[in-house]
Nanobody
């Protein structure tokens, strides 16, 4: 299984980005996609996750109202839409995948992408 995250970049506060996660190698189409982030000097934290069928979505309190998650099961891609970005959103964003039910626990995800850098300047 391979995950390829893309779409990061440098934006000013208030800007928007769309992160993408291309997933390959899963034998089943039934897998959860999650996004985590790690800011400089901090631990990795969950941002959002979406269930396999796309009907259940979770957002961390720190991003609620500013972030939207979605997926395309035909393309086997996940997306994280970041709006109204703030400097505190600066981090490396990782996508992760797992079979079964959604989880906010990073240890539950065996498959990870390489990360994409998001930098927000004030």
């Amino acid at each position: 299984v391979q995950l390829q995250a893309s779409g990061g970049g440098s934006v000013q506060a208030g800007g928007s980005l769309r992160l993408s996660c291309a997933v390959s190698g899963f034998k089943s189409d039934y897998f959860v996609i999650a996004w985590f982030r790690q800011a400089p000097g901090k631990g990795r934290e969950v941002v959002s996750c979406i269930s396999a069928e796309g009907g259940r979505k979770y957002y961390a309190d720190s991003v609620k109202g500013r972030v939207s998650i979605d997926r395309d099961n035909v393309k086997k891609e996940g997306y994280l839409y970041l709006d109204s970005l703030e400097p505190r959103d600066t981090a490396v964003y990782y996508c992760a995948a797992k079979t079964g039910v959604s989880s906010v626990d990073q240890s539950a995800y065996p498959y990870w992408g390489q990360g994409t850098q998001v930098t927000v300047s004030s």
